[in-house]
């Protein structure tokens, strides 16, 4: 951990990312098998400094991947368990007098962490919801006008399960555009439920992961990505395929500017993942249906017909003219 750039030059950097990645995704994967695009592609969200939101069936591993991520950093860690009794002050702060100072002392929150845990988020009532609103566009609260900045990096793992309606709460959009990435685990295959059983069989958690990297590592790894080269040719293209969902008859809400930002931004970290100094047309697609979907708002009449946003994007996305990139064009 704390290791430095030894090559300075962009190729040098995204060598040195790629290296930390591998080692960062396998330390996750010894205890989530069989899930390494879903790993490797929340590790990308973590690496471009976006939020996530893990959304499955009961008992898929969510909350064991959030915390496998968290573990594998060595930041501070702070888990909100959200439910209908949650208060907004539990997540944000809140300003207590002091009778000995006699004045006001703010005491933080939850959310005054490196990596913020927030388990079945939707539980929470929309009040309660709306106290991130701030904090993971911002990265900062504001408690009686007074803004608090939160520890950098700042990263919101959020899980929910979308099957259970009975005392939860819909995301609304604005917090759903929030965060960078959804992703769904799924069940695993044969082999690897077996190696999940007998690990949690043999008693090992999540809490035995070892960190490998430092936040001044993550930290590091957020800048390579955000100074990977975006040609102007694939900005071109990222923005086509975000404004033209806005067009779609099926949808009653496309994708934001801020949903056109994530794309960017996460298709540099895939690219530095790569080991490359430059975000070709592969990797936005790469990452599109991790990042479009949960902001495409079908209309009630196409979700009756059964279409989804995935299979929207995919059409949408087979119609843009693909640019060809080269290093540095």
């Known amino acids: 951990m704390d290791r430095e750039v030894e090559d300075g030059t962009s190729a040098g950097r995204a060598a040195w990312f790629a290296d930390r990645f591998d080692a960062l995704a396998a330390n ?9 695009d879903v790993v490797r592609m929340a590790l990308i969200c973590m690496l471009a400094e976006g939020h996530l939101l893990l959304e499955d069936v009961p008992g898929t591993g969510k909350t064991s991947l959030a915390k496998a991520m968290s573990q594998s950093i060595d930041g501070s860690m702070r888990r909100i368990q959200f439910t209908p009794d949650l208060l907004p002050s539990d997540v944000t702060g809140v300003q207590v007098y002091d009778s000995g100072k006699r004045e006001f002392v703010f005491h933080p929150g939850a959310v005054f962490a490196n990596i913020v845990l927030g388990d079945e988020i939707n539980r929470a009532s929309p009040k309660t919801q709306s106290a991130l609103l701030e904090v993971m566009a911002e ?28 005392g939860t709460y819909d995301l609304p959009e604005a917090e759903l555009d929030r965060f960078m990435m959804r992703a769904t685990l799924g069940y695993p295959d ?7 059983v007998t690990n949690i069989t043999a ?5 035995e992961l070892q960190a490998v990297m430092s936040t001044m590592d993550l930290q590091q790894m957020n800048q390579i990505a955000s100074s990977v080269h975006l040609a102007p040719a694939v900005l071109a293209y990222i923005v086509t395929i975000t404004a033209s969902t806005r067009t779609l008859p099926e949808l009653r809400l496309g994708i934001s500017p801020r949903g056109t930002i994530a794309v960017a931004k996460a298709a540099q970290a895939f690219a530095a993942a790569q080991g490359r100094s430059f975000v070709t047309a ?9 990042v479009l979907p949960h902001r495409m708002i079908l209309r009630p009449e196409a979700e009756l017909q059964g279409r989804t946003a995935h299979e929207l994007l ?3 996305v087979t119609s843009v003219p693909v640019p060809q990139v080269r290093a540095g064009v």
């Open 28 to 36: 996750v994967e010894s205890f989530i098998k069989g899930k390494s």
């Open 203 to 207: 008693g090992r958690t999540t809490d």
């Open 190 to 196: 044969h082999d690897s439920e077996v190696q999940v």
């Open 139 to 166: 990265r900062q609260v504001t408690i009686d006008s007074i803004p608090y900045l939160v520890p950098r990096p700042f990263i919101v793992i959020a899980t929910q399960n979308p099957v259970e309606q009975g």
């Open 282 to 290: 592969d990797d936005v697609k790469a990452v599109l249906h991790y």
């Open 314 to 316: 995919a059409t949408l």
